[in-house]
């Protein structure tokens, strides 16, 4: 099975093709940056913008089954500085990789959405089927993006993830960005009170989750990605600091972002319905932190 990964160079892309290879599958690696990979027989990288090159060739030359589709625009702070360029990536780029799946009739196209496109809300954990109402220009482009997969004739899952931590030395993750300042004994500055609540779901469960969907009998679906568990960013800080032994004082500035979510706690019902496997595969938090620190 050939499986075609967009943004395989990222945070989330870069698991989810060594879960592929892992698995025996052959990965078509699609990325604008080059990447250190991979001397692997089942392993070819593109180096292709998604806004810009035409991708045709891959399709042409490989028989293409599958579409895991994660480049984009990661970054909310991102989004409000440049719009135009979020929306460039997270919309035209993904109409551009519809139209090969449409035309190269694939078996499935399966893609990363976002908590952000729920925006703030009263009730959690947040169900599939709450009104989206995005407070940002990305999670109005991820809802957007959602909204053409939809609208074209291709069997898909869109996974709604909600935090994503791991390891990877660009890691713009919070806590990854912790495991730094927590190693190196620097001091942490956080915007607002830090009462802000996140459901952190460690990156190797969400490429698992990519995997497994791949050539399950479930398509045409929307599934949050999730632990359906919600920590402030206070209580990750207590937790991190025994896990790290970390004893400076953290300043919280009154600066708060606009677009910051104070609430996103996803629920995780119907990932669990549709995947039952997972339901004791999800790694625990404090387990998801010790393997960042000592990996
Ligand atoms: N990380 C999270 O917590 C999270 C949560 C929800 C959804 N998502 C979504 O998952 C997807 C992957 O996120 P990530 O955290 O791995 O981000 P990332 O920034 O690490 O990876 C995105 C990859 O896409 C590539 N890319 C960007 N623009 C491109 C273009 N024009 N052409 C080709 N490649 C391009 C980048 O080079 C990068 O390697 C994104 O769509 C993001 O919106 C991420």
């Given at each position: 099975?050939?499986?075609l990964v ?8 870069s698991?989810v093709v ?5 698995c025996g ?8 940056v080059n990447?250190e ?15 810009k090159?035409?991708l ?11 579409i ?8 909310v ?19 551009n ?13 399966l ?14 954990p ?7 109402n995005?407070?940002?220009?990305y ?7 959602e909204k053409?997969?939809k609208?074209?004739?291709?069997p898909?899952i ?8 791991g390891?990877k030395?660009s890691?713009?993750?919070?806590i ?15 915007s ?10 460690y990156?190797?469960?969400v490429?698992?989750a990519?995997?497994k969907a791949?050539t399950?009998p479930v398509e045409?679906?929307?599934i949050n990605?999730?632990t ?7 209580d ?7 896990i790290y032994?970390?004893?400076q004082?953290?300043?919280y ?5 606009d677009?910051d979510?104070?609430?996103?706690i996803l629920?995780?019902?119907?990932l669990?319905?549709l ?6 595969t999800?790694t625990d ?11």
């Amino acid at each position: 099975m050939n499986v075609l990964v967009a943004g395989a160079a990222g945070f989330i892309g870069s698991s989810v093709v060594k879960k592929l290879l892992e698995c025996g599958y052959c990965v078509l690696a699609v990325d604008k940056v080059n990447t250190e990979y991979l001397s692997n027989e089942n392993f070819a990288f593109f180096q292709r913008d998604i806004i810009k090159d035409d991708l045709e060739d891959i399709f042409k030359n490989y028989q293409i089954d599958y579409i895991i589709h994660l480049a984009g625009v990661s970054n909310v702070g991102l989004s409000i500085t440049n719009p135009e360029y979020d929306a460039q990536v997270n919309i035209v780029g993904t109409i551009n990789i519809l139209n090969l799946a449409k035309k190269y009739k694939i078996k499935k196209l399966l893609t990363a959405s976002s908590a952000a496109i729920y925006g703030n809300t009263n009730s959690f954990p947040i169900q599939e089927t709450n009104i989206p109402n995005p407070i940002s220009p990305y999670g109005l482009s991820k809802l957007t993006m959602e909204k053409y997969i939809k609208l074209l004739d291709i069997p898909y899952i869109i996974f709604r993830c909600s935090n994503v931590y791991g390891k990877k030395e660009s890691g713009c993750d919070i806590i990854t960005k912790f495991d730094n300042l927590m190693k190196n004994n620097k001091e942490i500055v956080i915007s607002g009170d830090g009462t802000n609540v996140r459901d952190f779901i460690y990156v190797k469960d969400v490429a698992k989750a990519f995997v497994k969907a791949l050539t399950a009998p479930v398509e045409n679906e929307v599934i949050n990605l999730s632990t359906g568990i919600g920590i402030s960013i206070k209580d990750l800080i207590n937790i991190m600091s025994k896990i790290y032994d970390y004893n400076q004082e953290i300043t919280y500035t009154p600066v708060v972002k606009d677009y910051d979510i104070q609430t996103s706690i996803l629920s995780n019902n119907k990932l669990l319905t549709l995947f039952p496997a997972f339901a004791n595969t999800l790694t625990d938090l404090e387990n998801g932190i010790r393997n960042i620190r000592y990996e």
